[in-house]
């Protein structure tokens, strides 16, 4: 398949902004997703955890106040067999160590565990289960997860039934005797469904089966499954949590002794680790979640306001929006959303691409959650992996773009955008 040029902007000639009409409110959106009193607030004392927690200076004999970055793949034992903390750098890492007690912190958790990538979170959680086990999954997904579930889990013996898990009704008729994990991903990709967790949650442990959430999209800032009755939230590190677009990682989070043991072991056996170096990278990058987060809501938002109100934009997926379906859920279960949006365009592929190639700011590239605006087509890029009569029925069609709305200035990415309408 032919690689879509990526349009970039000559050094020497500045955007030309558009004058934005007085009544152009969208670009004025501060604090939560809106001032409507309805969402969840957003939590306390988050910024102080990031900042502070697992990195206390007193921890390092140089009382450094950046923790120290451990390269060595092994430790020194005081006598054969005696071990003082680490001994063999797959089984533990002080770098390693930081970044999972600040994500334990950030979730009010006992546990976290980190990952080569977010796949490899999935992998070793599957890796907990055996043959003749069945999953329930939700339906949009992102397309390397749905391809891990698809053609390893299934070649492995676990069963797995992909439903429509905005309607609880399903999800019910979905549990089988042998149920033994419920995953969704919400707000979903690329469909930007929500949902409910707390329900959800209430149906798998009626069912003994545990609850797992993909909270990637918007991190531990704007929604806390493990407080709305997950078992276990996990994570791409490389999106939000990161955020600089330089890592690959991944991370479960849980208060279930259990299932961490298990996880504990196989993140150490099947050597599904991250690298000291990207640890240190991550811990870096959550102490300003809070203030980026904040930032991606605003910009998301008042971008989604603009396309929803233009003639060449048929529909905007951005469920912090009143026509979003489950706007009213949404308000439920977070505090606000991250930049990550989709919109049908007036057209087909060819008027995509068209788009994509008018794009100057908005970058064209796979992958979310960066401090860049990144644009795509998902059926022919993140989500091509899903099988083509399953993306119809998800209408996750060619004139689908998807956005990640990055921290640049919204009244730049807005012009952006709206010449890459205009002319496409």
């Given at each position: 398949m ?36 309805g ?43 005696q ?28 546990y ?21 086990d ?57 469909l930007l ?92 990058s ?16 008042a971008?989604?306001?603009f396309l ?17 379906p ?21 057209g ?17 590239a ?58 496409m």
């Amino acid at each position: 398949m032919a690689t879509l040029p990526v349009a970039t902007l000559p050094e020497a000639t500045p955007l030309t902004k558009i004058a934005l009409p007085p009544h152009a409110d969208y670009i004025h959106i501060i604090g939560n997703m809106s001032e409507d009193s309805g969402y969840l607030p957003e939590p306390k004392g988050f910024s102080t955890k990031a900042i502070h927690s697992a990195t206390n200076p007193d921890k390092w004999d140089s009382m450094c106040v950046v923790p120290p970055l451990v390269l060595s793949t092994t430790f020194k034992q005081p006598a054969p067999g005696q071990i003082k903390e680490f001994k063999y750098g797959r089984g533990g890492n002080p770098s390693r160590n930081v970044l999972e007690g600040s994500l334990r912190a950030l979730e009010d958790a006992e546990y976290a565990l980190t990952f080569a990538s977010g796949l490899g979170a999935l992998t070793a959680l599957i890796s907990c289960h055996s043959r003749g086990d069945h999953f329930v999954v939700g339906d949009d997904m992102y397309g390397g997860n749905f391809r891990l579930l698809d053609k390893v889990g299934k070649n492995l013996g676990i069963d797995v039934s992909i439903v429509d898990a905005s309607n609880l009704d399903t999800v019910k008729n979905a549990i089988k005797p042998n149920t033994k994990l419920v995953f969704i991903e919400t707000p979903t990709n690329p469909l930007l469904k929500v949902f409910d967790i707390r329900a959800i949650a209430e149906i798998a442990k009626n069912n003994g089966a545990l609850f797992c959430v993909d909270n990637t999209f918007l991190t531990p800032y704007f929604q806390r499954p493990l407080e709305l009755g997950a078992d276990l939230s996990s994570y791409s590190l490389t999106k939000y949590m990161n955020g600089h677009t330089d890592v690959i990682m991944g991370a479960i989070v849980t208060n279930n002794k259990d299932l961490h043991d298990k996880l504990r072991f196989l993140q150490n056996t099947m050597g599904i680790i991250p690298g000291p170096f990207d640890c240190t990278l991550v811990t870096r990058s959550l102490k300003t979640l809070a203030l980026r987060m904040r930032q991606h809501n605003s910009n998301a938002l008042a971008v989604a306001k603009f396309l929803e109100a233009h003639p060449r934009v048929l529909q905007v997926l951005h469920p912090g929006l009143e026509s979003h379906p489950h706007h009213a859920l949404m308000k439920k279960q977070t505090s606000g959303h991250s930049g990550i949006m989709s919109m049908y365009i007036d057209g087909g592929r060819q008027e995509a691409e068209n788009f994509l190639k008018e794009l100057k700011v908005f970058i064209l590239a796979e992958s979310l959650g960066g401090y860049e605006s990144l644009a795509e087509i998902p059926s022919i890029m993140t989500h091509a992996s899903i099988p083509e009569e399953m993306r119809k029925e998800l209408k996750i069609t060619d004139n689908m773009i998807r956005l990640s709305v990055g921290l640049e200035d919204p009244e730049d990415l807005i012009s952006d955008l709206k010449h890459a309408l205009d002319v496409m």
